[in-house]
């Protein structure tokens, strides 16, 4: 990952500091440099779904009553397209004062907020939703 981002910075260095270069070759090189930072742009979403990932299951595996809690309101389920997995489901809660978002890959807990009718009690970590409970 690092290694796309070293070649890219590499380039455009080498590109903008030796103005004796043809231009063909200058072009050649900031191109390489572009397509590069792309990579590692690449790689890098690919290391930061992992650990979301990661983080997902440890706050899954939690005890409900050690995760933050907040009383509140589902408010809606977003159809954004999500810059994480496919496997997360993008929800907003309202508690009161603010619209909160969480990200959900578990389609129990995210039917059972999007069909209470009361206010829920929501389980978090990290902005992962957890579990919610629907208070009477």
């Known amino acids: 990952m690092y290694f796309h981002l ?12 030796y103005p004796s270069l043809p231009d063909k070759y200058m072009v ?4 390489l440099g572009f397509i590069a930072f792309l990579l590692f742009l690449k790689e890098f979403l ?18 409900h009553r050690s995760l933050s809690s907040f009383k509140g309101r589902f408010v809606m389920i977003r159809d954004e397209d999500s810059p994480f997995s496919k496997d ?13 978002p969480l990200f959900c890959r578990n389609l129990r807990v995210v ?4 069909q209470a009718n009361s206010e829920l009690i929501v389980y978090y970590k990290n902005y992962i939703l957890v579990e919610v409970e629907e208070l009477d």
């Open 88 to 100: 997360f489901t993008y929800i907003i809660f309202n508690n009161g004062e603010i619209e909160v």
């Open 111 to 114: 039917q059972k907020a999007a």
């Open 6 to 17: 070293f070649v890219s910075i590499l380039s455009w260095i080498i590109g903008l500091s």
């Open 46 to 63: 690919e290391h930061v779904n992992k650990q979301f990932l990661q983080q997902a299951e440890e706050a899954e595996g939690e005890n």
């Open 28 to 31: 050649t090189i900031m191109i």
